[in-house]
């Protein structure tokens, strides 16, 4: 029969040994705070799991890990969810191994269940240019919108990087952002002339004027004078979306989208793209391929003289 003192000591047991994998994660990997805490939650059912069967923090063997995710499957979990629940595992048991010099890892062999991931929508490149003629850039208001819209498009920025852009953040002379993404990481992102120009208008013109002698580190604001933010940025690219008569919902995200699949179409390499977008792994950039890889099989049915039967 289990004691409180007992059960007090095993839940210290799974606490400290979350705890350490967690702290790794934040400090070495440099993961965001949701993602610390969703691994967490992971993690904890996991270790809750075999503690009740009496296996130590550490152990377990590939017929618990299949298991623990039939229970979990059970309980309702999506193949999303249970992928993530596997990929915590993973992390965790190599963890481990590189910090703990561990032996086992019940997940080596294991296979994640195949999640159908939708391609990135984005547009051409002259539904670009109509979105990026939608503002009224005779007013301070509108110069923002179209500044804002140039960034997104020409940085391929999350709207998160581009509502925490400071003013310090710019480099003039280089014309270049710097960006902090997910996880708190950096990247220095170069931004071609025809954006700079609308930036460096906002920059001089529009923003005083909105600001109207407030002071704020954000570099973009919103027409009340206070630093802008994420829903103000999605319902004005919506809206500049519909005003130039699209056909589809256009948000945010498929200026970045529309960055990276331009760049690649365009003869950039996959790397320099990832680069660019911030991400950690390659893997991420690459469904981008697919998008090209489409625009360039109509290209090629369309031009070239072999492309149908008898051609």
């Known amino acids: 029969?289990?004691?409180?003192?007992?059960s007090a000591s095993e839940r210290h047991a799974r606490q400290l040994a979350a705890g350490e994998f967690?702290?790794?994660?934040?400090?070495?990997r440099g993961v965001s705070a949701n993602t610390r805490e969703a691994y967490g939650r992971d993690l904890e059912r996991w270790l809750q799991?075999?503690?009740?069967?009496?296996i130590a923090p550490g152990g377990g063997s590939l017929a618990d890990v299949l298991e623990f995710v039939g229970t979990e499957r059970e309980r309702g979990l999506s193949g999303r969810s249970?992928?993530?629940?596997?990929?915590?595992?993973?992390?965790?048991?190599?963890?481990?191994?590189?910090?703990?010099g561990a032996e086992g890892d019940p997940t080596r062999d294991l296979d994640s269940p195949r999640i159908r991931r939708p391609l990135p929508s984005y547009l051409t490149m002259e539904e670009v240019e109509q979105l990026l003629d939608q503002p009224d850039t005779g007013t301070p208001r509108g110069v923002k919108d179209r500044a804002v819209l140039e960034t997104l498009y020409a940085a391929g920025f999350r709207v998160s990087?581009?509502?925490?852009?400071?003013?310090?953040?710019?480099?003039r002379r280089g014309r270049l952002l710097t960006c902090r993404g997910k996880g708190g990481k950096e990247r220095l992102v170069p931004v071609g002339t025809?954006?700079?120009?609308?930036?460096?208008?906002?920059g001089d013109e529009a923003r005083p004027a909105l600001l109207k002698g407030r002071r704020t580190e954000q570099f973009f604001v919103s027409a009340r004078g206070r630093g802008l933010t994420r829903q103000a940025v999605w319902k004005m690219v919506a809206a500049c979306g519909r005003k130039a008569g699209l056909g589809k919902k256009v948000g945010p995200h498929m200026l970045r989208h529309s960055f990276a699949t331009h760049l690649l179409e365009r003869g950039a390499d996959l790397h320099s793209v990832q680069l660019l977008l911030g991400h950690s792994d390659i893997a991420t950039t690459q469904i981008y391929t697919h998008v090209s890889g489409e625009r360039l099989r109509a290209v090629y049915d369309r031009f070239h003289p072999r492309a149908t039967a008898g051609g």
């Open 161 to 171: 990087e581009l509502t925490g852009l400071r003013v310090r953040d710019l480099d």
């Open 1 to 6: 029969m289990m004691t409180r003192e007992n």
């Open 49 to 54: 799991w075999l503690q009740q069967r009496g």
């Open 194 to 202: 025809a954006a700079w120009d609308w930036i460096e208008r906002y």
């Open 82 to 100: 249970v992928a993530r629940l596997l990929s915590v595992l993973r992390s965790y048991y190599g963890y481990l191994q590189l910090e703990q």
């Open 22 to 28: 967690l702290d790794y994660l934040s400090g070495v």
